[in-house]
C-alpha cells in the first residue's frame, strides 16, 4: 500500500513538472524580440538579438537603451534629457542613439518626445 502510494505521489510530481516545462515555453514576450517580458530590459521595445541594440545598456542603470532616453538618471524624461539629446544631435552618441543605427537623428528624437514626462520605456525594469 505504501509503494501504491509512493508511486502515485511521484507520477503526480513528475506530471506538475511536465507541466511547469511546458509553461515555461509559453512565457509572455510583449515585443516579440525572444528574450520574456522578465528577462528584457525593454519589454515594449524590440532590442534581442537579432536587432543593433541586443539588450545595450550604456549606462548600466537597469533600463535598455532602446527604451532609455532619461540622460539625467532621474527617472523622468523631461526638458533636460531634451537639452541633452538637442547637445548630441547628428552625433554618434551611443548613449542618445535609442534606435541602434549609429547616429542621433530625427528617428531618436521622435522616440524621446514620446517617452516625455513619462518615466524610462515602455516596459522598462530596472533589473
Ligand atoms: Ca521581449
Ligand atoms: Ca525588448
Ligand atoms: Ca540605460
Ligand atoms: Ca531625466
Redesign the pocket.
Known amino acids: 500500500m505504501k509503494m501504491k502510494i509512493l508511486a502515485i505521489v511521484s507520477a503526480v510530481l513528475l506530471a506538475v513538472s511536465f507541466s511547469l516545462v511546458a509553461g515555461a515555453g509559453s512565457v509572455s514576450d510583449g515585443d516579440g524580440d525572444l528574450i520574456p517580458d522578465v528577462f528584457d ?1 525593454c519589454s515594449g521595445v524590440a532590442n534581442g538579438p537579432g536587432d543593433a541594440l541586443n539588450q545595450t ?9 532602446s527604451c ?1 532616453c ?1 540622460q539625467t538618471q532621474d527617472g523622468a524624461i523631461l526638458g533636460d534629457d531634451i537639452v541633452s539629446l538637442f547637445g548630441a544631435f547628428n552625433t554618434g552618441s551611443s548613449a542618445h542613439d535609442n534606435t541602434g543605427d549609429g547616429a542621433v537623428l530625427g528617428d531618436d528624437v521622435v522616440f524621446c518626445f514620446g517617452q516625455f514626462n513619462g518615466p ?1 520605456g515602455p516596459g522598462a525594469t530596472a533589473i
Open positions: 530590459n545598456d550604456d549606462d548600466g542603470d537597469g533600463f535598455g537603451t532609455d532619461d524610462p
